[in-house]
């Protein structure tokens, strides 16, 4: 928004009545341009960050958000929570998320979560996302909602990834607010405070990836949850990576063609309800034997069975258990 002024005729470079008229015009321009500034919805230039107090749970929970150019009324938020205390803001300038978001029309939101220093570090406090640092997350949607003047993201549902302690994250925000999230990985990561889940949070889709060369203590404990869980009906993935540490390894990979195909079946527009999935109508892995079973049924919830949502999220889920390259095409 640019201003061009013209000074009233007359003596304009002393103390008189023009001089005084034309500095009265020029601060109610300025002012005017200020309001202006503040009050444009944000770009896909514009980088929005947020921050909360230390909370019951945490020291720190900053987030950033980015916005695809023109995006209109966004169908939901990807969340990227990285590893134990790191600042992960700057993932939502990974071209690959973005790519993503754009295709989906998605917000990206980025996290950092850091805990008060404890004489146990690896226990990370700030991922129990029921005592505290899940709501610092939904009041920061709530205020960037305001400021990028984007009201749906402050009731979006979201998509949640992250790496080991991030997954940690994301799994108690699920068993916390299943109603937010339209699908959820656990990523390598060994801290959980919740056993079993709620009916509604068994019945958010999720991937929980383990590494064949990780910790036997964080390998053994996501396959727990998982079994337990499973055995419930929860409509979850265990996912193991034969060759993987405590890496991401392919769960980026895995997790663009999960995400795309849940949210088709779970978000018709933006601001409409989460719709439900049905167990019956996705797949079924073999996780014992790294295949696929070729009868899809609602009743077979055994938790040596993985359940994937699509064809195609088969294939691939199946690739990264054999260590294959992808029998599905990326989107």
Known sequence: MLFAF?????????KGPSMRFHRVIVGIAFLVFRSAIAAAPATAEDILDEASPPGTNFERAEFRLWLPAEAGLVRGVLVLVPGSNDDGRAMVDDPVWRAFAVRQRLAVVACHFADRHHDQDF??????????????LLDALTRLSRRAQHPELADAPLLLWGMSAGGEFNYEFTAWKPE??????????????????????????????????????????????FALNRRAGALWA????????????RSRELALLYFEDVLALRVAEPGSPLRAVQAGSGYLGDIRKRGLL?????????????????????????SVVTDEPFNADLP
């Open 238 to 249: 265990l996912t193991e990576e034969p060759k993987a540490g405590h890496v991401v390894g």
């Open 123 to 136: 226990i990370e406090d700030y991922v129990y996302a029921a005592h505290g640092s899940g709501q610092a």
């Open 294 to 318: 070729p009868v899809r049924s609602a009743t077979v919830t055994e938790a040596d069975t993985a359940w994937l949502p699509t064809e195609r999220v088969s294939r691939a889920w199946r």
């Open 180 to 225: 937010r999230v339209i699908a959820f990985v656990v990523n390598k990561g060994g801290i959980y405070y919740t056993a079993l889940t709620s009916k509604a949070a068994r019945a958010v889709p999720g991937l929980l990836f383990t590494g064949g060369l990780d910790l036997g203590s964080r390998t053994d404990t996501i396959k727990g949850l």
């Open 6 to 14: 013209r000074p009233p005729l007359g003596k304009v470079r002393g």
